[in-house]
């Protein structure tokens, strides 16, 4: 995986982030939704990889006297790796790491209060992905749980203009990748983009899904009694959706049995652009 330094907390730019994320755990958690936790906190990183996102909220509640237990799920092994020792060195609390599908969920049923998406790894997940995890989180938390989502508005993109070629160059000890515009598939809603490391010459694709801030606010609230948008400090696109309490009598959708899906499927319906 190329950019893995900047999501590794072994690293310097990895502890930087947990850092930063550390504070904007802190400040979130002034919101009044949290003040209905129980004093034990079961905390779900979906997408955690080495689970920075989830070790900064863990500790932030720790330090308003809340025991937690953290579960990091990822696809990412080698991230697993890595979260399983640092997390409990960091924590000093009961972490486990799950490799899994966030879409689906080899949990238990209502066992956990607090799920997160941090990192931008809604990125990960097409509009239709979404609404398969938010099916499956609603399984696996419990009645009064909230979910946090981090994003950032698409609308900055098209305020910036999107840069179909780019070098990223993050921190002293991460690689520069070269990043390329491939293609866009309509039915997903993605952009595809290769990864090329300057030095490793490795290479690798990534298919993103650049979310509104209010669509993802949308999806939210049909499987959740509430949602709300915190603002990340001054930056207007910088953003923390959250949803309180799942809603239990909306049935699941037969997704499967869309037309579009075996589409999506069946099809190479990449446009290059």
């Excluded at 502890?15 to 979130?28: I, N, Q, V």
């Amino acid at each position: 995986m190329l950019l893995e330094n900047l999501y590794d907390p072994r690293t310097r730019e990895g502890y930087r982030r947990y850092r930063s994320a550390l504070d904007l755990f802190r400040k979130l958690l002034e919101h009044p939704w949290f003040r209905d936790l129980s004093p034990e906190v079961r905390v779900l990183d979906l997408c955690g990889g080495c689970g920075l996102g989830g070790a900064a909220l863990c500790r932030a509640l720790q330090e308003r006297g809340y025991r937690t237990e953290l579960t990091v799920l990822d696809l990412w092994r080698e991230g697993l790796r890595v979260a399983e020792e640092w997390c409990r060195a960091e924590l000093s609390d009961f972490v486990t790491c799950t490799c899994a599908d966030a879409k689906v969920l080899p949990l238990r049923t209502s066992s956990f209060d607090l799920v997160l998406l941090y990192g931008y790894s809604v990125r990960c997940f097409t509009p239709w992905d979404y609404v398969r995890i938010l099916q499956e989180l609603r399984r696996v938390l419990r009645e009064n749980s909230i979910i946090i989502v981090e994003n950032r508005d698409v609308l900055l993109f098209l305020a910036e203009n999107y840069e179909k070629l780019s070098v990223l160059v993050t921190s002293p000890d991460q690689e520069p990748v070269l990043s390329l515009h491939i293609g866009v598939n309509t039915l997903t809603g993605t952009v595809r983009r290769l990864h090329v490391g300057l030095e490793s010459g490795r290479g690798e694709y990534l298919d993103l899904h650049f979310w509104y801030t209010s669509v993802l606010a949308l999806l939210t609230y049909l499987y959740f009694e509430d949602v709300d948008v915190v603002q990340v400090g001054t930056d207007q696109f910088h953003t923390m959706v959250l949803g309180r309490r799942v809603r239990r009598e909306v049935p699941n959708l037969p997704l499967e049995k869309a037309t579009v899906i075996t589409r999506i499927r069946g099809e190479f319906s990449w446009e290059l652009m």
